[in-house]
């Protein structure tokens, strides 16, 4: 395959898309396979079937098309149930390209690392087989290689924006989660993800304020007591209610040996009645915490109690994948309280 840029032929371009890896097509009426990219299987991949090489354009604008695909099918489905809401924790109209970009590779991080693991392909090909690996548009080994490129310049982008030492501890908090198997661990996988999800959000956050430059006449930290307390709020708010993701997933989830989620460890009605208590009492905790209006707080709680009684009464796949998505816009709402706090005082 060569690579070209109007009609001519590019080597250094082609060499680089080729760590990438060429493997060989397959046509099934199955799932997809395609040959090992090397002579020696890499421990990590799956045995399951998959896929079609990297970048199979002949055309440089081709293969950025491909890669552009590839990165959005990765992402697509946490963009507004996590890094929307880390972005909106930080509010600077002048810094949002930053803390967008640094958001935007926070989440493709996390989701090249978490979605390359042998047991979520096999899950993913049950709870969302569009996703590149278990569609075939990507291995397994060729993730991990765009992994080893990212890292570097992710952690390069963090010290260009100030946030190096977030930028570390996302790369920590991924490695432990992921390649520790701290995702298969319930109490260990709750407080990560708790603790992660405050890292995420002051890394846009310090961006926002500026905060992360040092400057000679810096006081001290910009960020108030009041945020920090937030952040750790937010967090909690997190870890005790996205048990919700879990209970649409567990089938796939049942396809894991060392999964641990709350529907599977004390059953899926017991998981929803705690769900229904956990979702309307964060909003009236965030209401009370940041003194929202009326016209905004109740609304809040009203859309709290409304998923706690879709969970309860409609239970099914279809309903459950509703109801995940009505909690992911009830985040939306709860992240913009300190907003709404500033624009009523």
């Known amino acids: 395959m060569s690579t070209t840029l109007h009609n001519k032929p590019i080597p250094a371009l082609g060499r680089l898309w080729s760590m990438f890896g060429t493997g060989s097509w397959h046509p099934s009426t199955s799932t997809p396979k395609l040959k090992a990219d090397d002579d020696d ?61 640094f958001q935007f590779m926070s989440q493709l991080l996390v989701n090249l690392d978490n979605q390359r693991e042998p047991a979520s392909v096999i899950e993913d090909s049950i709870n969302k087989p569009w996703r590149p690996i278990p569609s075939g548009m990507i291995t397994a080994d060729q993730t991990r290689r765009l992994l080893l490129c990212l890292v570097p310049v992710y952690l390069a982008l963090g010290y260009a924006l100030g946030v190096w030492n977030i930028a570390l501890l996302i790369v920590i908090a991924v490695f ?22 405050i890292i995420y959000q002051m890394g846009p956050l310090r961006i926002a304020l500026g905060s992360g430059e040092y400057r ?69 905790v965030g209401t009370l915490f940041w003194g929202t209006p009326v016209w905004y707080a109740v609304p809040l709680v009203a859309y709290g109690l409304y998923i706690s009684w879709r969970l309860l009464v409609k239970r099914n796949l279809v ?18 309280l300190p907003a709404v706090s500033a624009l009523t005082e």
């Open 319 to 336: 309903d459950d994948e509703a109801s995940w998505r009505n909690w992911t816009r009830w985040q939306l709402l709860a992240y913009a």
């Open 176 to 197: 432990i989660y992921n390649d520790l198997g701290g995702s298969g661990e319930l109490v260990v996988r709750d407080i990560v993800l708790g603790i992660s999800y």
């Open 216 to 284: 000679a006449d810096m006081a001290g930290d910009l960020v108030s007591p009041r945020g920090y307390a937030w952040a750790a709020m937010s967090g909690l708010l997190v870890v005790t209610t996205v048990p919700i993701q879990d209970i649409k997933d567990q089938e796939g989830d049942r396809q894991r040996a060392n999964r641990k989620t709350m529907p599977l460890i004390i059953g899926d009605a017991a998981t929803r009645y705690y769900l229904a208590v956990t979702i309307p009492f964060w909003a009236v």
């Open 41 to 101: 299987v890499d421990s990590r991949s799956p045995e399951s079937p998959i896929q079609k090489p990297l970048l199979p354009a002949e055309s440089l604008m081709g293969n950025v098309s491909a890669m552009i695909r590839i990165i959005w099918t990765f992402t697509k489905n946490d963009l507004f149930t996590f890094s929307l809401q880390c972005v909106l924790f930080g509010q600077a109209l002048s810094r949002l390209p930053g803390s967008c970009l």
